[in-house]
């Protein structure tokens, strides 16, 4: 884990999710993929940036620090994630936050990178899901997203760059919070 929380993890968590496992209860690691705030300050490779490859790290309106879906050590750095929570063994990872930031924020974002990416906006969280199914093993991978992801008309310039009906999740939650 990058940042302030680095060393705060819970020793015992495994052994945790090894005592409700024999017990017959299911378990699930969430994960907010790309909205997160410390890696976003502790390491600028992460971050999406304020108008330049240069600027510092962009925040939302709400003033969160985002990750960058199309730089390698983001996607490196989750996908790492994912795999711990496979080998600790929880039976479902919940993966939060698989989207763009769609707020004005404190100045321009900036995504380096995506001007040379082979892919686009929406095709990069597409991959991106591929590959946290790859590293869960046997654990099953849940892709939280709000309803307008599954709208067929979705917009290229919306939070998931058009709609994600054809993600390669088999298994899905729609978020219907009022408060997102």
Known sequence: VIGASA???????VETV????????????????????????????YSVRQTSAEGGPWRDNSDNGWLNPFSQNTTDYILTLVKEAAEAGFDYILLDNVCFSTDAG????????????????NTVLQVFVTECQKKAEKSKVIVMCDISAYNSKAVSDGKYGGNMLS???????????LSR
Not at 19 to 43: N, P, R
């Open 106 to 121: 404190n100045a321009k974002a900036y995504y380096t990178d995506e001007s040379t990416s082979k892919y686009d906006r």
């Open 7 to 13: 060393n705060k993890r819970l020793s015992s968590a």
């Open 18 to 45: 090894q005592t409700l496992s024999e017990s017959g209860i299911k378990t699930a690691a969430y994960i907010s993929c790309f909205k997160d705030s410390v890696a976003a300050v502790a390491d600028l490779t």
């Open 167 to 177: 993600l390669p999740a088999k298994n899905l939650a729609v978020d219907l919070r």
